[in-house]
């Protein structure tokens, strides 16, 4: 007897044989809903850290700095933390390379990364070489910014840290 011909099914990407499955069927446990479930949770975390925000503000003291006079200015003028290795790298190297060049880089690989890593695996071992490039990069720019924070006295000088701190939050 002959077999009956197979319909074909019919998707977004092309005719697909019968006895590929398509979908599979979901079980109840495995699902967990938006609503209420996620967004509750959310909201919950989020008041949660608008109320921790908020006590902490209420607890400490962060009063502003006196006003800014042109005719007086600080010992010394640092960037605050977060910009603090980019000043070091301009003390080292020409601007265009510290101010441009290096940061557009630094986020043009940053961005790179996905396309340029092909390879299977998602573990350490198997992505060797990126791996030891972000830490090297990494561990660059940490100190940097220490040297930049911790390290930087009046005029730029340097100056142990334990002697005097010129750290600028």
């Given at each position: 007897?002959?077999?009956?011909?197979?319909?074909?099914?019919?998707?977004?990407?092309?005719?697909?044989?019968?006895?590929?499955?398509?979908?599979?069927?979901?079980?109840?446990?495995?699902?967990?809903?938006?609503?209420?479930?996620?967004?509750?949770?959310?909201?919950?975390?989020?008041?949660?850290?608008?109320?921790?925000?908020?006590?902490?503000?209420?607890?400490?003291?962060?009063?502003?700095?006196?006003?800014a006079d042109a005719n007086r200015t600080p010992p010394v003028a640092k960037a605050p933390w977060y910009f603090a290795g980019l000043q070091e790298l301009l003390a080292h190297v020409h601007p265009m390379?510290?101010?441009?060049?290096?940061?557009?880089?630094?986020?043009?690989?940053?961005?790179?990364?996905?396309?340029?890593?092909?390879?299977?695996?998602?573990?350490?071992?198997?992505?060797?070489?990126?791996?030891?490039?972000?830490?090297?990069?990494?561990?660059?720019?940490?100190?940097?910014?220490?040297?930049?924070?911790?390290?930087?006295?009046?005029?730029?000088?340097?100056?142990?840290?334990?002697?005097?701190?010129?750290?600028?939050?």
């Amino acid at each position: 007897m002959p077999e009956p011909e197979e319909e074909p099914r019919y998707r977004l990407l092309g005719v697909v044989p019968r006895e590929i499955e398509v979908r599979k069927k979901q079980e109840p446990d495995d699902a967990v809903f938006t609503w209420p479930h996620f967004l509750i949770r959310h909201a919950v975390v989020a008041g949660a850290t608008v109320a921790v925000i908020f006590a902490l503000a209420i607890a400490f003291d962060a009063p502003l700095q006196s006003m800014a006079d042109a005719n007086r200015t600080p010992p010394v003028a640092k960037a605050p933390w977060y910009f603090a290795g980019l000043q070091e790298l301009l003390a080292h190297v020409h601007p265009m390379v510290a101010g441009i060049l290096v940061p557009g880089a630094a986020v043009a690989w940053l961005a790179l990364i996905p396309y340029l890593d092909r390879s299977r695996g998602w573990r350490i071992r198997d992505r060797k070489l990126l791996v030891t490039l972000f830490t090297a990069l990494a561990v660059a720019a940490l100190v940097l910014t220490l040297v930049g924070s911790l390290f930087r006295g009046p005029e730029w000088s340097w100056s142990w840290p334990w002697q005097h701190l010129y750290l600028e939050l």
